[in-house]
């Protein structure tokens, strides 16, 4: 399975409501465009809460990575101080569509930090996006998440 082919399908704009780590409700906006001739996935995403504060701004780009031809989203954003490289680690057929779970270090390994960011693509049309992650000696779970309809 090609998985930039899948996410492919999804080209297009969505929002949606979600709740954030201090559970506090947000808007979510995500663009997603094809880039470099199709070879990868431009993915931008905006958490925005109810009185218009950003609580999470980001560019990513999800690609095969040359060196290892792993799927890679190599994520910046407004809460990290660069550039993350993200590896695929799990691609999972679910009954209602596909999920997709990059991840940056093992989510076991408490001595780092370490975050997954999980796509959920829908046969509907929808598209989810779910943030986990662990500090050093703290515990690992989902933070934060998102389920986008598309605008179309």
């Known amino acids: ?45 905006i958490a925005k809460g109810e009185d218009g504060t950003i609580f999470h701004e980001e560019k990513s780009t999800v ?26 680690k799990e691609i999972n057929e679910r009954d209602w569509g596909l999920e997709l779970v990059f991840g940056y270090n093992d989510r076991n390994d408490d001595k780092s930090f370490r975050e997954e960011v999980k796509m ?10 779910h943030y986990s992650w662990g500090m050093p000696g703290g515990d690992f779970a989902e933070r934060s998440g998102v389920i986008m309809k598309s605008n179309n």
Request: charged share 20%.
């Open 1 to 45: 399975m090609n998985s930039v082919n899948e996410i492919k399908k999804f080209l297009g704009n969505y929002t949606g409501k979600g709740i954030n780590h201090e559970k506090q409700e947000f808007q979510g906006t995500m663009v997603l465009d094809a880039i470099v001739g199709e070879k990868g996935i431009l993915l931008s995403f």
């Open 63 to 88: 690609c095969h990575s040359l060196e290892s031809e792993t799927l890679t989203m190599w994520n910046l954003n407004s809460n990290m101080p660069g550039l993350v490289p993200h590896k695929l």
């Open 120 to 129: 959920e693509l829908y046969s509907n049309g929808d598209v989810g996006y």
